[in-house]
């Protein structure tokens, strides 16, 4: 992210936290970031993409580990973290129901993560598994996670971090050694 982009960025989220998301625009978050109007089109459509692009880059920075399943308990925190840590801010980006709305890139991030941690955890414990029962589990597991991160960042009265991490890390240990000693029983 260059400097004009993480401008802007910091911009939005400063926007998005103090006022109503129906009053937040271009020019709104251009003239927040102290920046020309048009400077904004050369890096965005519009300000559901900057909202996906915060998401993409922040995240790729605070949970570093996402496709590998030897790390996946740290991604885990790192992604609660992050989230508790821009708590307001996805608060108001969680509740947009619009297309393009930042809730999806989240959920495709989740999912691809979550695929990629069933396919490295089949080759770090040589085990097999078909793509099709992949393509279920990474469903079944993204939807419950996607679920429990929102139910968690949009609670009035959440559960503490560490509450939060441990619930969720056991809910995807199990499944995930589950499915590790169904697949080496049946060999």
């Known amino acids: 992210m260059n400097v004009t982009q993480q401008e802007i960025c910091t911009a939005t989220k400063r926007v998005v936290v103090s006022q109503p998301f129906n009053q937040v625009n271009v020019s709104v978050i251009m003239a927040t970031a102290g920046l020309r109007r048009q400077t904004f089109y050369d890096f ?3 300000k559901y993409d900057v909202l ?3 998401y993409r880059e922040e995240i790729d920075h605070a949970a570093a580990y996402c496709r590998h399943y030897e790390y996946w308990p740290q991604t885990l925190t790192s992604i609660l973290r992050y ?9 108001r980006v ?13 959920r495709r991030h989740i999912s691809t993560m979550i695929a990629d941690v069933l396919t490295d955890m089949g080759r770090t414990e040589h085990i097999s598994v078909a793509d099709t029962y992949v393509k279920f589990l990474q469903s079944i597991l993204s ?11 949009l609670s009035r ?8 991490n441990e619930w969720l890390y056991h809910y995807l240990q199990d499944g995930f050694n589950g499915l590790v000693e169904r ?3 049946e060999v």
């Open 183 to 185: 697949q080496r029983v």
């Open 94 to 106: 969680l509740s947009l129901d619009v297309q393009n709305a930042p809730a999806d890139v989240i």
């Open 157 to 164: 009265n959440p559960a503490s971090l560490r509450d939060e």
């Open 44 to 46: 965005f459509r519009d």
């Open 52 to 54: 996906g692009f915060i």
């Open 143 to 153: 939807e419950a996670l996607i679920t429990a991160l929102q139910d968690w960042i």
């Open 83 to 91: 989230f508790d840590d821009n708590r307001a801010f996805y608060q």
